[in-house]
């Protein structure tokens, strides 16, 4: 019966042995996975976090390539619009001489009937061509009687006249011009000291 016992015994004790045995694998199985679960937790938060900067980086970046686009196209349309307006100011610049050159034939005196005949025809072919250049926007800046403005005259000379303020344009000297608002040419004038 000792035999027995020792039998029934050992028995026993394998059988508890087993049991906690299998309670310490079922707490190791049951904490494992929830170490991963945390593991795993925090991976995908850093992985969100990392993804949602990520994507503020390219939203940062699209909208500045946008704003560089639209600035792109402000610029392209204001040089566009400004070389319509000025389109012809190369040309006209190299027309102020005729200009210059009409009005000094017209100072000229002429006494001959075929003399004056021909000034008439210049002043009639003078005043087509100005009247062509006004049309694409060419203007006579004013000088006479009118006070001196660095940005529309050029002071050559100095007078004195007492009967008129001082920095009044007394003389014209060469006419200037301008292209609608800007200057091709600043008159050169005599101004009152």
């Known amino acids: 019966m000792a035999i027995d016992e020792n039998k029934e015994m050992n028995e026993e004790t394998v059988k508890t042995a087993a049991v906690e045995g299998d ?4 707490e190791a199985s049951t904490s494992a996975p929830e170490a991963h679960a945390e593991e795993a937790v925090e991976t995908e938060a850093d ?21 560089d686009f639209e600035n792109f196209k402000r ?6 619009q400004a ?13 102020l001489p005729v200009l210059d050159n009409f009005g000094r034939a017209f100072d000229a005196e002429v006494t001959s009937e075929d003399a004056i005949a021909l000034k008439k025809g210049m002043e009639m072919i003078s005043r087509s061509f100005r009247s062509a250049l006004e049309k694409e926007g060419l203007e006579e800046i004013e000088t006479e009687g009118k006070e001196f403005d660095p940005n529309f005259h050029h002071a050559v000379m100095q007078g004195q ?29 005599k101004v009152n000291e």
């Open 23 to 26: 309670n310490l694998s079922e």
């Open 47 to 67: 992985r969100i976090a990392e993804l949602e900067k990520e994507l503020e980086q390219k939203e940062d970046k699209y909208l500045r390539l946008l704003s």
């Open 75 to 80: 610029r392209s349309a204001a040089e566009m």
């Open 83 to 95: 070389s319509e307006k000025y389109r012809s100011q190369k040309l006209m610049v190299e027309l």
């Open 161 to 189: 006249d007492d009967s008129k303020p001082s920095n009044t344009i007394l003389e014209e000297l060469q006419k200037g011009y301008m292209l609608k608002d800007r200057i091709l040419r600043p008159s050169m004038v």
